[in-house]
């Protein structure tokens, strides 16, 4: 990416006045090529809190391939972690709690906080990550793990819960100039099986973009194991708006997990979809998402040519900025029907007529906008809102079929779009992130796969913000 800070001491010196931080691309870490059965190969992990995950943490990390480090005041620590680690060939290392040893650094830290019960707990929190932080690696982990606040049936424990989501969005914007990323998860009880997939995902290169967010694991969706390589193996992949950016990035990506992907974009660009679907090994179906009858010559081609479809991305999305006061009708109703009516009729299509299969998963594009606002786009965050509420009521629905439903809100994604924006205005929003830096599209692809995945069974209903730690926003 160009980046006038980059070039310029004058700005630089401006935006370190003013508070911002100076980009520097090369410090996110970024996965490259398919998905690894050791995703965490050779990365020292720091394990600590108190709760009831450690032996499924054992279990989790060594299989992944790290190295775990264990905090604990005695070896009785290292129990949960003896048996993985001589499976794996990982055996876990204890370190005594406080101030680490001169020179010791970690790659990621893991706290498991779904032992906490009161407000005085949440000390562990400080007391365990603190002295650590300055040691964590460039771009580095950290995921705070709990259960859910709405599961407890006492407001202590609900305070205490909630507490583990506000520290770890903190967090996220105190060590993004690192190219490091804070996150929360949630597990469900009895959803702990389900843990794993997410783990090794934001423990790992996939995750860059993703930061401040908090995650939660149900049992709501049925599903069995998943792989943890090839993962989309003999599935079908739909992607809306495939031509290039976003939807071209997710198709490779898909592609590249042995997904066969269906790019459908307009007609009217024939011939970048017709490009990209050549060059993964997919199909082309041109389709104008707002044609009255689009849903259905949807429905009818998957059905027709594949006996069904597996995943469902719909990324086709359009802007019509204008203040409301200037904007015109049309600009309006434009931007509503692609962002949302399409994507609503759509999905009810393939709902309704059995053509997205059981198990499979439905991933919708939200926007940043559609959840903090912004000035010019009340349509488009109307739209985009609109996702959010759509995703979170559908997932319930469909959940005993094994259907999962989410969407992604992408925050400052570098694309064409992006480069034609004023100068000014793209400057600062590279810097309204933790990690000081817009994203790419294959940072937004990456999490779209992981919900495309079958390890993804245990989030639905859910929106996750791609936005590297906005500081504004929810």
């Known amino acids: ?25 090369e410090r996110l870490a970024r996965a490259k090529g398919p998905y690894e059965e050791r995703p965490l190969d050779e990365k020292t992990v ?8 450690h032996a499924e943490l054992a279990r989790i990390l060594t299989r992944a391939g790290a190295h775990p480090w264990v905090v604990g005041t005695s070896d009785a620590a290292l129990e949960p972690f003896v048996g993985p680690g001589e499976a794996w060939a990982r055996a876990p290392r204890r370190v005594e709690p406080g101030e680490p040893a001169e020179g010791e650094r970690v790659d ?4 498991d906080g779904t032992g906490l019960e009161t407000p005085e707990d949440l000390h562990q929190l400080y ?9 964590l690696n460039r771009s580095g982990r950290v995921v705070v793990l709990g259960r859910p606040a709405a599961d407890a049936k006492r407001p202590v424990l609900a305070a205490t819960r909630a507490g583990l989501e506000g520290f770890t969005r903190s967090l996220a914007k105190e060590i993004g100039s690192n190219g490091s990323i804070a996150n929360s998860v949630f597990v469900e009880e009895g959803a702990d099986g389900r843990l794993e997939p997410l783990l090794r995902f934001l423990l790992s290169p996939r995750s860059a973009y993703i930061s401040a967010q908090p995650f939660h694991v149900t049992k709501a969706a049925k599903g ?35 997904a066969h992907v269906v790019c459908l974009d307009r007609p009217a660009d024939d011939g970048p979809t017709s490009r990209v679907a050549q060059r993964i090994g997919g199909s082309t179906l041109l389709v104008d998402i707002t044609d009255v009858d689009a849903p259905e010559r949807i429905a009818a081609e998957l059905k027709e040519r594949f006996g069904g479809v597996d995943i469902v991305v719909h990324n086709a999305g ?12 049309e600009q309006w109703d434009m931007a509503v029907d692609i962002n949302l009516g399409a994507v609503i009729r759509i999905t009810d299509r393939l709902l309704s007529g059995d053509v997205l299969r059981p198990e499979g998963r439905v991933i919708c594009l939200s926007s940043v906008s559609g959840i903090a606002g912004n000035r ?21 629905k469909v959940a005993k079929k094994g259907i999962t439903v989410n969407a992604i809100a992408p925050g400052f994604i570098e694309t064409r779009l992006t480069d034609a924006m004023p100068v000014a205005i793209r400057e600062v929003a590279r810097r309204m992130a933790a990690v000081g830096q817009g994203g790419k599209p294959e940072d937004v692809g990456q999490a779209i796969l992981f919900l495309a995945t079958p390890g993804a069974v245990g989030l639905t209903g859910q929106t996750i913000r791609v936005c590297g730690g906005a500081l504004v926003g929810a």
């Open 46 to 53: 720091l394990v600590c809190g108190i709760g009831g995950l």
């Open 108 to 111: 990621a830290i893991v706290f």
């Open 376 to 396: 010019g786009q009340t349509n488009y965050s109307a739209g985009k809102a609109g996702i959010v509420g759509f995703v979170r009521a559908l997932g319930p």
């Open 318 to 329: 359009v802007t019509r900025d204008k203040t409301l006061a200037r904007m015109k009708p």
């Open 1 to 25: 990416m160009t980046d006038l800070l980059l070039e310029n001491e004058n700005a630089r010196r401006l935006v370190k006045t003013l508070g911002l931080p100076i980009p520097v691309p």
């Open 127 to 135: 007391a365990f990550i603190g002295p650590w932080v300055r040691r």
């Open 224 to 258: 069995e194991e998943a792989p943890v390589t090839h993962v989309l193996g003999g599935k079908v992949a739909l992607v809306t708006g495939a031509a290039r950016g976003i939807g071209e990035a997710t198709a490779e990506l898909l592609a590249a997990e042995g």
